[in-house]
Each structure stands twice: as structure tokens, then as C-alpha cells.
């Protein structure tokens, strides 16, 4: 099962990935995660892109390219992957379609979460994570049980630095302008299936589910 989560920031593509994960036993490969480990590891790539991600801007094609490449050719990702963050520019998805193409794969569907700018940046304004074990959860829609600290290791959350207002605007310019884009792009490879993302999350995965299972079918 190969998939690309596609939606703004903040549509819900990371949650619903580790959800994804359960039901078909196939990778969680976040670009965003990726980068973000590689800046808190203090790795020469994490120097190299550190103050893109806090200013919300996109990390160069090439990098990402060469990191996704090296990531899908591993083993793990024989049977396929769940893409979340990637691609993200017309030029990220040709990249892919050549990547996939080398090796005679395809993708099933590209999962397409579709939200709109408000419910955006409510959501992601309210949204913490547990430094420790990467736990989400939002403020509004999926409170920690205590205060604000993470349910499994009762540490206080954290907000990203790119989830502040100022940031996540110009997340969504970029998105708008970049990531779009690629919402027709996919249409007309016939892979896009739209799955409307506003409602609660349990929502959102029954229905992403339910999508999928007919991609397969
Ligand atoms: P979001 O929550 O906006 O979906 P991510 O966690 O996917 O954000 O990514 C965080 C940041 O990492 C992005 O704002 C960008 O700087 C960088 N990044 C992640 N994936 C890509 C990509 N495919 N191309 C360019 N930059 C990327
Ligand atoms: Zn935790």
C-alpha cells in the first residue's frame, strides 16, 4: 500500500498516518519529522534547514528529494509506505514518479484532507505535542487529561515554534501557492481521493478508511 497524504498544514495528515499505520502495517514517513529530528540531533543537515522550518518555509527540492529516495529504497518500505509532507511541490512529485518508476511501483491513492483556512489555525494554534513520545493533541479537540501535560509520560507539552499564528500564516501562503498545486496534478494522474477533514478526527479516519478500502478493492 502506497499512499501521500495530501491537505494543509494542519489538516489532520500526521494523526491520521499513525492511524493509517495500524490498519496496513506499512511506514509513517514524515518529511517534517524527519527534518525536525535532524535539527534537535544537531546533524549537519539539521544546521542546513533549521531556520527554514522556523520561518515556515520549504526546505530546497534537491534535499528533500535525495532524503525521501534514501528513505523509500530501505526495506521496511518494501511493501509500501505512508507518506505524510511529501511531496510537496510540483517538482517533489515528479521526483517521486521517477523515484517509483525506477523501481517498477506505483502509488494506490494520494489521500487528499480537505480543510479550510479557519479550522486551520484554530486547530493549529491549540496543538501540543510531548517532546518525549511525540504524542499530539489539541487544546480544543483532543485535551491532554491533566492540565497540560502528556497522558503517557506526564510531561508538560510543548507548542512548535511553527505553530505560532505568525508562522502558520505563512505556512498556509505557502501551501497555497506550492503544495496546491499538486491537488490537480494528481486529479488528472486519476490517484486523488478527496476526503473532507473538518469534522472531529474519528470522522476523518472512518471516512479516509473507507476511501481507501475502495482504492484497493
Ligand atoms: P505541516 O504540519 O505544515 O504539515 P510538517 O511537519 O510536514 O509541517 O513540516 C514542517 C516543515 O518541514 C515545513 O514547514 C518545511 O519547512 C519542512 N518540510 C517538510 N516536508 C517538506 C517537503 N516535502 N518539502 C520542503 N520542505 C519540507
Ligand atoms: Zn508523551
Known sequence: MRIVLLGAP?????TLAKDLVGLFNV??????????????SGSELGKQVQHIL??????????????VRERISRPDCKDGFILDGYPRTVQQA????????ETGQKLDAVLYLRVSE???????????????????????????KN????????????QRDDDKE????NRFKVYNEMTAPL?????????????????????TVQKAVEALKKVIA
Not at 494542519?10 to 500526521?14: C, S
Not at 511506514?27 to 534537535?40: C, W
Not at 522556523?54 to 532524503?67: C, F, H, R, T
Open 183 to 203: 491537488i490537480d496534478y494528481y486529479k488528472k494522474k486519476g490517484t486523488l481521493v478527496e476526503v473532507d477533514a473538518e469534522a472531529d478526527h474519528q470522522n
Open 166 to 169: 505568525e508562522v502558520v500564516r
Open 10 to 14: 494542519g489538516a489532520g495528515k500526521g
Open 118 to 144: 479557519d479550522v486551520v489555525v484554530k486547530r493549529l494554534t491549540n496543538r501540543r505535542v510531548c517532546p518525549k513520545c511525540g504524542r499530539i493533541y489539541n487544546l480544543l479537540s483532543m485535551p491532554p
Open 27 to 40: 511506514p509513517h514517513i514524515s518529511t517534517g519529522d524527519m527534518f525536525r529530528e535532524a535539527v534537535a
Open 94 to 101: 515528479s521526483a517521486l514518479d521517477e523515484m517509483l518508476k
Open 147 to 158: 492540565d497540560e501535560l502528556c497522558d503517557d509520560c506526564g510531561i508538560r507539552l510543548v
Open 54 to 67: 522556523s520561518s515556515g518555509a520549504l526546505v530546497p527540492d534537491e534535499i528533500v528529494n535525495k532524503l
